[in-house]
């Protein structure tokens, strides 16, 4: 054994200071211990959404990001595709130590419901996939909560699909409660279809089942664009018609880009009492300049570097003006659950009743979801991507019908947690000289 050193000593202080509030739910709030927590993030997937690419598995990546991420102010990001059989475990130890959270969509382009095709991609399979990546990034305490699904209902006529948005949702929920020590909370990323988004909230937070309820919810908004503000952009309304819901609401992706050189002016109303009482914040599309021009650095063609553009200094400078709100904000401590939503032809066709787990896909709740397979080796059948691409509209959605690849990567390895018992028992050392230390320190 190695004798005990003052720097080992400090790097298990360090290790402690670091620890982070896990987040909970509370009434239509988040909470960070016994304090409300706001939202205030960026979604974040070099390559963009739609690409099979994990940016959490590579370590020189966070460290030329996250150093960004703080100097921008956030402290949440939100992640699209994640290879669950990589090793994560240095990212999101940099991100806990940065003081920021995850939240993270279980689903990959090539991993998902197929909003046309709902039924033969709900399986064993596929949820294997999901369960496992819930396995692997329950391990962190910055892990703020998953997205069951993004956008698979995103136009008037595809509403069935919801289903089993709501089926993945309540499985998900299940095998948490299930297997896990602590509860992770878990939603959806709804698109702006002014036709039933309402819809699709109540639906998510209706019914006598509460594990098929929806932990919280949130949807992707552009519609507050150049100069306008809280009434012109129709804000005012969005809050008016959540005011009685239950559950925790927030923008998963905000950032009109129409016209260029966003302002960012929505921040103020965000974070403010007009807002706070239903809303708990957002994030703003996205990170890195891709195709669609959203982006607010652009990255070295290398990977080395990032280039800070106009709208990253505007949005810094709006986040640095906007202080946190105050006190608990005027949640709701208690509510209902919402009335689910009549079914009509043509508007609204989700059934209440939701289909039952696969049969072979319920061993995963004793026995846990296994070894992770993988972005490529999972095979779920035919999917369908919930996510940006540059030919879709400021809030559309892209589709791909391509099937789970072959391929593996090493498992996920979680760091290993040192605590300061745990040196002081391994160091061979004076008790003079620990208490000399600890002084010190």
Same mark, same amino acid.
Not at 76 to 105: F, P, Q, W
Not at 136 to 153: Q, R
Not at 241 to 270: H, N, Q, W
Not at 347 to 354: G, H, I, Q, R, V
């Given at each position: ?39 205030r ?14 940016p ?10 996250i ?11 939100r ?25 993270l969509d ?10 046309d ?11 294997q ?44 929920? !299940? ?26 909230a ?7 089942d ?16 150049g100069?306008?503000?809280f009434k012109? *952009?129709?804000?005012d309304k969005?809050?008016?018609t ?37 809303? =708990? ?23 080395? =570097? ?34 689910c ?35 490529? !080796? ?18 559309? =959605? ?10 593996s *990567? ?6 290993a947690?040192?605590?300061?018992? *745990? ?11 620990i ?7």
């Amino acid at each position: 054994m190695r004798a005990c050193t003052l720097a080992t000593l400090a790097a298990a202080f360090a290790s402690t200071a670091m620890a982070i509030d896990t987040i909970s739910v509370k009434g239509n709030a988040f909470f960070a211990g016994d304090k409300r927590f706001y939202i205030r993030g960026v979604d974040y997937q070099p390559g963009g959404a739609s690409e099979v690419q994990d940016p959490l598995a590579d370590a020189a990546n966070c460290k030329r990001d996250i150093p960004v991420f703080k100097e921008l102010g956030i402290n949440t990001i939100r992640i699209y595709t994640v290879d669950n059989s990589a090793d994560h475990s240095e990212c999101m130890k940099e991100l806990e130590a940065a003081g920021i959270y995850l939240i993270l969509d279980v689903n990959t382009p090539l991993i998902s419901i197929n909003r046309d095709d709902p039924e033969s991609t709900y399986n064993a399979a596929y949820l294997q996939h999901v369960f496992a990546t819930i396995d692997v990034f329950s391990k962190y305490d910055n892990t703020l909560g998953f997205f069951s699904a993004n956008e698979v209902v995103n136009a008037p006529n595809n509403t069935a699909a919801a289903t089993y948005v709501k089926a993945v949702t309540r499985d998900m929920r !299940t095998y948490i409660k299930k297997r896990l020590n602590r509860a992770i909370p878990v939603g959806y990323s709804a698109a702006d279809v002014e036709e039933n988004r309402k819809e699709m909230a109540a639906y998510l937070n209706c019914g006598d089942d509460e594990l098929a309820r929806s932990d919280f919810f949130a949807f992707n908004d552009y519609s507050w664009c150049g100069k306008s503000d809280f009434k012109t *952009s129709g804000w005012d309304k969005k809050v008016d018609t959540y005011k009685d819901y239950s559950i925790p609401l927030f923008l998963s992706e905000f950032g009109c880009i129409d016209p260029p050189g966003r302002r960012f002016d929505e921040v103020e109303a965000m974070y403010s009492d007009k807002m706070t009482s239903v809303f =708990s914040g957002g994030l703003v599309y996205e990170y890195s300049l891709e195709p669609n021009n959203y982006g607010l650095v652009e990255i070295s063609d290398d990977g080395k =570097s990032v280039k800070k553009l106009k709208d990253f200094n505007s949005l810094k400078s709006k986040y640095s003006s906007v202080k946190m709100p105050s006190g608990d904000g005027g949640y709701k401590k208690s509510g209902k659950p919402s009335t689910c939503p009549s079914k009509s032809k043509g508007k609204w066709e989700a059934e209440n009743d939701l289909p039952p787990m696969p049969s072979d896909a319920k061993k995963y709740l004793e026995q846990g979801a296994g070894t992770p397979k993988g972005i490529k !080796t999972s095979t779920a059948g035919a999917s369908t991507s919930k996510s940006k691409s540059s030919s879709s509209s400021s809030s559309g =959605s892209s589709t791909s019908d391509s099937a789970a690849a072959s391929g593996s *990567s090493a498992p996920d390895s979680a760091a290993a947690s040192m605590s300061l018992s *745990s040196v002081m028992f391994s160091c061979v050392v004076g008790a003079s000289t620990i208490a000399a230390a600890m002084f010190a320190l």
